[in-house]
């Protein structure tokens, strides 16, 4: 099969129309135009645009023709666009700066006034005529940021204010604060039994009335008379401790305390369980019921001593404790057997009963330490402490509470 000359996609280049330009080599779009092979690149200069500038009206020297100028209305009321002074220099075409800066715009014909001061004249007018509308609310924004800034001052000054006056009293407060004295026998034990009596007297006064007509009689303030009296019935002491008698309600409950111990002693934290006041002595109150017990353990000592080995009550609650809150109350029931005229069963009533009186009236009121002899009070059956060793084991107990 022969190839055909064909129009398009031929080998040939024989049949050339008339007129057309050679074919020469491919080039690219954006390389330069070469004029002939062995010259270099030309590039094409283009054309350069005169620069306009708004001017009321055009100076002779410098007016051109509105037709080659697309201008709209709002160029047009501001005025025509005339050439600059002077064209740049500069081959591509750039503005110099210096110079525009240095020429002076053309001079309108009526006024004395730049062109450039009109055009910007006009153009703060129409900035105005739009603010018209807005010029009572920001006037109403100035006045309340105005208003703000000096209420924050006011604030600003108002603590100011305060916190210098917090600070001179406090200065004040520390010049008219004097050390306070602790008195020398705070510690002492003595202190602990004036805390017990200070009630108020207000809460005497209405434990009296509550028991008003009832035949307590008042506290034994003589501790002569109180001794005297409780040493009358230390042998019912000694028959309950060799189990020849009966004892009251206080031996079961401090017999049901110690069952509910695992331990052999009362231990310090055993000590916040047990409720202390079901354990004291009725209308006598605590003061006179840790004298008597102070008075059964000096006088007592042996028994006491055989009691602790065998029986585990007394081991658990040690002996001071239970000489106080148990037989003690064995000699105040005695007591108020005959100050009531009553027997035992109603006697252990009143002393259940009226703990609030001894707590309240009874503890407020001293006893007197008016014992001639110290025989009376400490004297026991091998030895004889003196009365200041007797007073000191008294605070002593209490405080082992």
Avoid at 50 to 75: D, T
Avoid at 126 to 148: A, F, I, L, Q, Y
Avoid at 354 to 364: L, P, W
Avoid at 379 to 397: C, W
């Amino acid at each position: 099969m022969g190839l055909t000359n064909k129009k398009f996609g031929s080998l040939d280049r024989s049949h050339v129309k008339k007129g057309a330009n050679p074919i020469g080599a491919p080039t690219l779009m954006f390389s330069p135009k070469r004029s002939s092979e062995g010259q270099g690149p030309s590039y094409k200069k283009r054309k350069k645009n005169a620069v306009y500038v708004h001017q009321s009206e055009p100076s002779s020297s410098n007016q051109i023709s509105q037709k080659n100028v697309l201008e709209s209305s709002i160029a047009k009321s501001a005025g025509s666009l005339y050439p600059t002074i002077d064209s740049s220099d500069d081959d591509e075409g750039m503005i110099d700066i210096e110079k525009l800066l240095s020429a002076s715009p053309p001079k309108a014909k009526s006024e004395g006034k730049s062109a450039f001061v009109d055009s910007e004249n006009h153009n703060k007018s129409n900035e105005k005529r739009k603010k018209v509308s807005e010029e009572p609310e920001s006037s109403e924004s100035s006045e309340s940021s105005d208003e703000e800034v000096i209420l924050v001052k006011d604030v600003r000054e108002e603590l100011g204010e305060k916190e210098e006056d917090e600070e001179a009293e406090k200065e004040e407060e520390e010049k008219n604060i004097k050390p306070k004295v602790v008195p020398e026998d705070l510690d002492n034990s003595t202190s602990i039994l004036k805390s017990l009596s200070g009630q108020s007297q207000s809460k005497i006064d209405s434990i009296k009335r509550k028991y008003k007509g009832k035949g307590i009689p008042n506290p034994i303030v003589s501790r002569k008379s109180l001794i005297e009296r409780s040493e009358k019935h230390l042998t019912t002491v000694t028959k309950i401790l060799r189990g020849k008698h009966p004892p009251s309600f206080y031996y079961e409950l401090a017999k049901k305390q110690k069952e509910n111990s695992i331990h052999e002693t009362m231990g310090s934290v055993e000590k916040w369980k047990v409720n202390w006041e079901s354990y004291y002595g009725g209308y006598y109150g605590l003061k006179r019921q840790s004298i008597i017990g102070t008075l059964i353990q000096n006088r007592l000592q042996q028994q006491l001593k055989r009691s602790v080995k065998t029986n585990r009550t007394v081991s658990y609650w040690t002996i001071p404790r239970f000489c106080t809150y148990v037989l003690a109350n064995e000699i105040i029931i005695r007591m108020i057997m005959e100050d009531m005229n009553c027997d035992f069963d109603e006697a252990e009533e009143i002393i259940r009963t009226t703990t609030d009186y001894g707590i309240v009236v009874a503890d407020s009121v001293e006893v007197e330490f008016d014992l001639e002899n110290s025989d009376d009070d400490s004297s026991s059956e091998e030895q004889q402490p003196s009365t200041r060793k007797t007073k000191d084991a008294l605070l002593d107990k209490i405080l082992s509470l």
